[in-house]
């Protein structure tokens, strides 16, 4: 039970948005395994928790010099090499060229990328969290080559490149999909080190991966966002939106920092900060996503701007307002960032980094 001084994401959302009447009970929504982020309303940018000076404090988190973008560049590059490796071009030819179309048409890898850098704070390789790493990129792939098609968002453009089933058509699409979901977890227990990580650990991985994108994760949040549409602000509440993104959006990243600390060696604490840390970029990132989708041109976003307006999506914006939205970006910024002091100063700065980056990116 949260003490006084906590609110979760929805009561702050009201509380600074204090037009919005409180939103309706979503408690039949409720998943027990995504519960609320609980942040701090004492808490104050300046204030240190920790002072030796081999662990991350407040003010450390603002005066990072890391060169993320050198960082994200080359494990991108780890990334994409590897994804190359694992789906080659084969029998038969179709369905292969088109799981290589989405999946190597590029992106920011952020969620393998989260991957490995969570396996790297805990005291891992990068070759042991790199097969987990191409499985959360793989599941990403799929779901957004699902999410394109017409049945759902109906989306002609993806990463500047006409979406897969323009390309391939539905039926590929589809099949597609779905090779690269079984592949996914194929990949994952077979080309991770068994030397490295232990059945047991892998047995974790597995589950953590599994639940994250059925029904307590991705396709709930993705089946609770389609019957959403067209719906207005008096009919469901900040509540319902959270929902919608802490399992569309957040899952998928809270597994990949999960999956990272568990191959990684990470103890029980180290992955529940991991855990609650990717959890708040995860809705980071789709209050940017939102944003960006009104606020930016098809150009600048290499997909299709104003999409979630036309089919009257539920957004942060539409609900709180844009300023509001960029308010509350920035206060979950801040909360992720909090779930890592402790760590290694230098093996923390790309978490850091990430979720600055997450928070300021234009596309």
């Not at 994409?80 to 490796?85: F, R, V, Y």
């Not at 048409?105 to 989260?114: C, D, I, Q, S, T």
């Not at 892998?202 to 019957?227: C, F, N, P, Y």
Request: charged residues 25%; contains cysteine.
């Amino acid at each position: 039970m949260a003490s006084s001084s906590t609110v979760t994401l929805c009561s702050w959302m009201i509380h600074q948005h204090h037009n919005l009447s409180p939103p309706k009970s979503q408690s039949s929504l409720r998943s027990r395994s995504l519960k609320p982020i609980f942040l701090s309303s004492k808490r104050t940018v300046s204030s240190s928790i920790i002072t030796s000076s081999s662990v991350v404090t407040k003010e450390e988190n603002l005066k990072s010099t890391f060169d993320f973008m050198s960082y994200i560049i080359k494990k991108a590059e780890s990334v994409n090499k590897a994804l190359d490796s694992a789906v080659p071009l084969r029998e038969p030819i179709k369905i292969h060229e088109s799981m290589r179309y989405s999946l190597l048409a590029g992106g920011k890898r952020v969620r393998p990328v989260l991957c490995i850098a969570a396996c790297e704070l805990v005291g891992g390789e990068e070759s042991t969290a790199m097969p987990a790493a191409c499985a959360v990129e793989m599941i990403h792939t799929m779901s957004l080559i699902h999410d394109d098609l017409p049945c759902m968002d109906n989306d002609d453009l993806r990463r500047g490149k006409p979406t897969n089933h323009k390309v391939y058509g539905e039926d590929v699409a589809v099949l597609a999909g779905d090779a690269l979901l079984s592949f996914a977890f194929e990949h994952l227990a077979s080309a991770t080190c068994s030397n490295a990580v232990s059945s047991v650990r892998m047995v974790r991985a597995i589950g953590e991966l599994a639940k994250a994108i059925g029904t307590d994760g991705l396709v709930a949040g993705q089946v609770v966002d389609i019957s959403s549409e067209g719906l207005s602000i008096n009919e469901v509440g900040l509540e319902h939106l959270e929902f919608i993104h802490l399992h569309k959006t957040a899952a998928l990243l809270e597994a990949s920092a999960v999956l990272g600390g568990i191959v990684g060696g990470g103890s029980d604490d180290e992955i529940e900060k991991l855990r609650k840390f990717a959890r708040c970029i995860g809705l980071l990132f789709q209050v940017v996503d939102d944003i960006l989708d009104v606020t930016k041109s098809s150009v600048e976003l290499g997909k299709t701007a104003g999409k979630d307006l036309i089919a009257d999506k539920l957004t942060y914006p539409k609900i709180m307002g844009l300023e509001k939205s960029r308010e509350f970006a920035d206060k979950l910024n801040r909360e992720a960032c909090d779930q890592l002091l402790g760590f290694d100063q230098e093996k923390v700065a790309p978490l850091l980094a990430l979720a600055n980056y997450i928070a300021n990116r234009q596309n």
